[in-house]
């Protein structure tokens, strides 16, 4: 009985399995029906049969990591890479090119096509793109092509690629591919930041951040973007855009950014991912300058199509009233030939962005300040001038006439650096160390180097300052 026992249950789970067809994603071959095609790899494997599984690719650089003949398909791609440089997931690009075209149609750096658009890793899952343990790429978008498939790897970074390792799975058919088949598309955009502008109202989608533009008939099926904020406060009450076949005015237009993505009430600061939508970072900051923020939205339930032409938005901000910074890859298809992509900024100029921990430190400063009154609008000025925001400040009041203490607490090593360049030389450097936060724990930071604080201002000739600097974990 128990073996009968154990033959009716995996009969069982066989059925279910089987009749969760729609549940699978509609371009997964029927594991019931026997398949014709013809399934290949093309890897990074050694050829001379040992282990030396992956490519050193030198800068400038550009490998060859698929050239195949169709009628085919590209089912699954992964990439992983070990570089000593610094965020070369932004410099490392990605290109694929379908049926002899030149341009190509896909063109982005290789972190941020996998939604890794803050230029390091952080691990998220989708139905079509994921990031597994440990630095592990995957997308499971259909790729198909009727008559030639080239996907190449570019080092734009200055040192080499030290192993570049990948596996990319495809089929060839033995006939042509269904007529008005769509081929994909992905486009990488960047604002840096996004010009934000006065103004209370946007019906037309101007000043916009846009995701893509398309001429050509196809369907848009999502976005991945990540954020990088420039000022404090919420970032998320631009609303998406949607233009088709010329449109003036948005076909489709949400609610909000964190609508969109499917979240809700700024994500409530914790990071998620689901199968067609996501927040993997999110709350990285408290929504103060330097937080962090990535995204993603799939509208796999219901594409959008065009018949002439398309564009996707999203405002950056009320009525585009916010000046942070935007980094995206929209995915399309549609039919050749397209129209060419937005121009790659040059590697130089797809940035450095820092890990979280780095670029949100909070620094205290510590100010020797006669107190009187005047003395706290002196500091801020001068700070203000210099571009610097004051998160928070308290201060220690002395005697009449006396020397009391101010406080400043400032977000990020630059800020801090460009604060005390600001305020006069101190006399003698302070050693006195106190937390701004007492419930937070505090590390002494290193020095930082190479400071040279500018003369005296006379506006501020009352005080003199004496730097600690404390990095604060948020």
């Known amino acids: 009985m128990r073996g009968r026992t154990g033959i009716l249950l995996l009969a069982g789970m066989v059925v279910c399995a089987l009749t969760a067809g729609a549940q699978m994603r509609s371009w997964e071959p029927n594991p019931t029906v026997q398949q014709k095609y013809v399934a290949h790899r093309s890897s990074s494997w050694d050829r001379t049969g040992g282990n030396h599984d992956f490519l050193v690719v030198a800068p400038g650089q550009t490998v060859t990591v698929l050239d195949a003949a169709g009628p085919g398909e590209v089912s699954h791609i992964w990439f992983t ?15 694929m090119y379908w049926d002899g075209e030149k341009a190509p149609s896909v063109d982005t750096p290789i972190g ?54 990948y596996n990319i799975d495809y089929r060839t058919y033995s006939h042509p591919l269904p007529e008005g088949t769509l081929y994909f598309h992905a486009e990488y955009r960047q604002a840096q930041p996004n010009h934000g502008v006065n103004a209370t109202k946007n019906l037309t989608g101007k000043n916009n951040y ?23 406060g919420w970032w998320g009450e631009g609303d998406d855009m949607f233009f088709v076949d010329g449109s003036k005015r948005p076909q489709i237009e949400g609610t909000g950014s964190e609508d969109y993505f499917l979240g809700a009430w700024d994500f409530g600061d914790r990071p ?66 397209h129209a060419p992509l937005a121009k790659l900024p040059p590697g130089e100029e797809r940035p450095r962005i820092l890990p979280f921990g780095e670029a949100v430190s909070r620094f205290y400063l510590r100010l020797h300040a006669l107190d009187r009154p005047g003395v706290l609008a002196e500091v801020t000025t001068s700070v203000g001038a210099a571009g610097v925001n004051i998160e928070d400040f308290s201060i220690d009041h002395a005697a009449e006439g006396g020397r009391g203490a101010l406080r400043l607490i400032i977000a990020g090593g630059a800020n801090a650096a460009a604060a005390m360049a600001a305020l006069p030389t101190p006399p003698q450097p302070m050693t006195a160390i106190e937390s701004p936060r007492p419930t937070l724990p505090v590390l002494i930071a290193a020095p930082m180097p190479a400071i040279t604080p500018q003369p005296s201002n ?17």
């Open 81 to 95: 890479l070990a570089d000593n440089e610094p965020y070369f997931l932004k410099r490392v690009v990605l290109r």
């Open 112 to 165: 941020d096509f996998f939604g890794l658009g803050l230029g390091y890793y952080y691990t998220w899952h989708s139905a079509v793109l994921s990031v597994g343990n440990e630095r592990a790429m995957n997308c499971f978008f259909p790729m198909p092509f009727e008559h030639h498939a080239l996907i190449t790897v570019t080092n734009e970074g200055k040192q080499p690629i030290r192993a570049l390792y």
């Open 458 to 474: 006379p506006a501020t000739s009352g005080f003199t300052a004496g730097f600690t600097l404390v990095h604060c974990p948020a």
């Open 272 to 337: 998620f991912s689901y199968a067609t939508y996501g927040a993997p970072v999110a709350g990285q900051g408290h929504e103060l300058q330097g937080s962090r923020w990535s995204l993603y939205r799939f509208h796999l339930d219901q594409p959008i199509p065009f018949a002439k032409s398309f564009k996707a938005t999203i405002e950056h901000g009320t009525a585009n009233d916010r000046s942070d910074n935007f980094y995206s890859v929209a995915y399309w298809y549609q039919s050749l030939p």
């Open 210 to 232: 846009v995701w893509m533009t398309a001429k050509g008939h196809g369907q848009f099926v999502g976005v991945t973007m990540s954020v990088l904020q420039n000022q404090n």
